[in-house]
Structures are given as structure tokens and as C-alpha cells.
């Protein structure tokens, strides 16, 4: 008997019948849901990292440029 072979039941051979074919198309349709779910999940995760960078650079530049305003009066006033 070959490994990882089912074990012969009362000397019939296995045949293949319609529930059994209807089972195994349903979890190929469901491995096929599932793997395009993981597909989208990852491009929506790349897509929120690229928000998050551009959220920080917004951020960093308002804060530069109240820095700037902050600094301006007092480097005018500088001989």
C-alpha cells in the first residue's frame, strides 16, 4: 500500500460521487475567496501605509512652517 494513500474499505475501490465532487469544488471556490481576499487586504494595507506617509509629511510641514512664522520676527529683528 502506498503512503499517504487512503486504506482500501471491505475491498472496493474508491470512486468518486456527486457530493464528494460538489465538496471539493466548494472548497476550491472557497480557497479562491480566500486568496483574493488576502490579494485585496494587501493592496489596502500598501494603500494606508502610503496615506500614513503622506498624513506625516502634511504634519511636518505645517509644523515647519509655524516654526518659520515663529522664527521670521525674531531674524528681522537681528542686526
Known amino acids: 500500500m502506498a503512503e499517504g494513500a ?4 471491505y475491498g472496493f475501490e474508491p470512486f468518486d460521487c456527486a457530493p464528494a465532487l460538489r465538496l471539493e469544488a466548494h472548497e476550491r471556490v472557497s480557497e479562491l475567496q480566500v486568496t483574493a481576499m488576502q490579494q485585496r487586504l ?14 506625516w509629511l502634511a504634519v511636518y510641514g505645517v509644523v515647519a512652517a509655524i516654526l518659520v512664522q515663529a522664527f521670521q ?7
Open 6 to 9: 487512503p486504506p482500501s474499505r
Open 42 to 55: 494587501e493592496r489596502l494595507e500598501a494603500a494606508l501605509e502610503r496615506l500614513e506617509r503622506r498624513l
Open 73 to 79: 520676527p525674531i531674524l528681522a529683528a537681528l542686526p
